[in-house]
Structure formats: C-alpha cells, structure tokens
C-alpha cells in the first residue's frame, strides 16, 4: 500500500465521529478526578497531563504487545491467501488457525485486564471496531467499480474474517477486546504496524482529554494545545519504547522470551484501582 492510501485511512480512523465508543469511557480519569487525585496539582491542565502520562505509559506496555501480535496475525494470513488462493482445505484450515490466534490472544487480554470496568469499556469499544467494518469500511457492490479483482478479493477475505470474529463475540466464545479488534481491523484495511501503533495510542491520549472537556477540567481549546504540544511527545516515546513488544503466543517457541521484557505488563497499579472503583461512584458521567 503507498502512502498516501496508509494516510488517508489514517484520516478515516482519527475522525472523532466515528462511532466506535470511545466517547462514553475516561479511560479511569473520571475516578481519579473525584477521588481527588487531581487536587495535588497547581492546575487542571497540569492534572490531567500528569494522568495521561501515566495512563498512556501504562497503556502502550499493556495494550501494544496485544495490538503488534493481533497485526502480525491478520497480515500472514492475508499473504497466505494471496500466495494460495481461496479455494480448497488449506484456505479453511488457515482461517480456523487465524481465529484461533486471536481468541487465543484475547483470551490473554482478558486474564491479564484486572479489573471489570476496563474489561467492559474495552470488550465495547473491541465489537464496535468490529461492527465498524462490516458497516462502515466494507465496499458495497454500488462501488465495485472502484477497485480491481485483486483488491475485491482480498477485501472479501477481510470481510469474511472479521464477521467470522464477530460472530465468536456475539456468541461469547471471545470477547472481542479493543486491542485485538484494533490490530486486526487496521491489517484488514492494510494500515503497516507502526502507524496502527502510535494511532492507537494517540486516539487513547485524544480520548482521555475528551473526557476532561466533559467533565469540565479543560477548556476545548486548552485541550487542543495540551493535544498539539503536551501529548505528541508522550505518543511518541511510548510509541517507541514499546514497538517490539510482543506477547509470546504467536511465536513458534516460548524458549528465550524474555516475558519481563518483551512481554505486556500492567505499570500503573493506581490506575488500576481507580479505574475497578469507577462504579462506586455516586454519579458518573462514563462508562469507565
């Protein structure tokens, strides 16, 4: 793919309005805030740079690993198609172990998310990626006209894995959390890993900051310049201090993993803590 179809899925994919859920989570800002964590600081704009820090750094180091190995899955199962075709046992058999690696790595996700809220906001966001696809980046055969056979080919192949996903998710065998979803939509529309990484993170940064606006801390614009001028550093740091994390379950042998190292790992433990007591709350504005 050239880059400037990588840049505009980009475009597609940073558009706040599309409805992926991200809008109803605060990503554990709401709890911080009211348990008066924020207090500390000499400002609004202060706190919440200090809580996406944190929560961005924790997130990058929990959330990449799931998203690199859910890419890297999707990618050579559409460079098997290409070379193979779609007929015949093999194309069946490769669809199966493709389903099976990301069940396998959401089941992970799942084990390893530690406390329900996160769980619920991620397991929401994950299937509206999902349902975003089918609905939204699927072409409809009005617009056949705008592709070749090969791109329709490997768009029906996209299709077919991801409802195929869905399904699991609607008949609960998975959970479809957004890491997953994430990394499995962005190879589907053919997005390279490095930019669905930092976009992941950027749009988890974005949404933190959305949620200050609505709980009045800052201002539209003040959260615009926190955007442009705080946050971009962040993004990139964590962006490539975790790049080649990976979880382990892809690779053919567990044997010199360095899973301390390598592998995802929760970094915050107050975030988490906040994040479990969101419900406790005697009125709440998200969902997490």
């Known amino acids: 793919m050239d880059d400037d179809t990588e840049t505009y899925i980009l475009l597609l994919l940073s558009d706040s309005n599309l409805p992926t859920g991200s809008f109803v989570a605060s990503s554990g800002l709401e709890s911080y805030v009211k348990h008066g964590f924020a207090s500390s600081s000499s400002s609004a704009a202060d706190a919440t740079v200090e809580f996406v820090r944190n929560s961005l750094s ?67 966001q994950g299937v509206a990626l999902l349902t975003l696809y089918s609905k939204g980046f699927s072409r409809p055969p009005t617009l056949s006209a705008f592709s070749g056979a090969e791109s329709r080919d490997h768009e029906s192949r996209m299709q077919i894995l991801l409802d195929q996903f869905k399904l699991k998710v609607r008949r609960e065998e998975v959970f479809g959390h957004l890491p997953i979803c994430w990394g499995a939509l962005t190879a589907a529309l053919g997005l390279n890993l490095e930019r669905a990484q930092y976009l992941h993170l950027f749009l988890h940064a974005r949404s933190i900051l959305s949620a200050s606006v609505r709980l009045n801390d800052l201002g539209p614009y003040g959260a615009q310049q926190i955007l442009l001028h705080a946050v971009r550093p962040l993004v990139a740091t964590e962006a490539t201090r975790c790049r080649n994390l990976r979880t382990g379950l892809l690779d053919n042998s567990v044997e010199g993993f360095d899973e301390a190292a390598l592998g995802p790992a929760n970094t915050w433990p107050l975030g988490e803590i906040l994040a479990g007591r969101h419900d406790l709350q005697h009125s709440r504005i998200f969902n997490s």
């Open 58 to 124: 924790s997130y990058a180091r929990s959330a990449l690993p799931f998203v690199s190995d859910a890419h890297r899955a999707v990618m050579e199962y559409s460079s098997h198609q290409e070379m193979d075709g779609k007929e015949g046992v093999g194309t069946d058999k490769s669809l199966d172990d493709i389903l099976k690696a990301l069940t396998d790595l959401d089941g992970l996700y799942q084990a390893m998310t530690l406390n329900h809220v996160s769980r619920r906001a991620s397991m929401s």
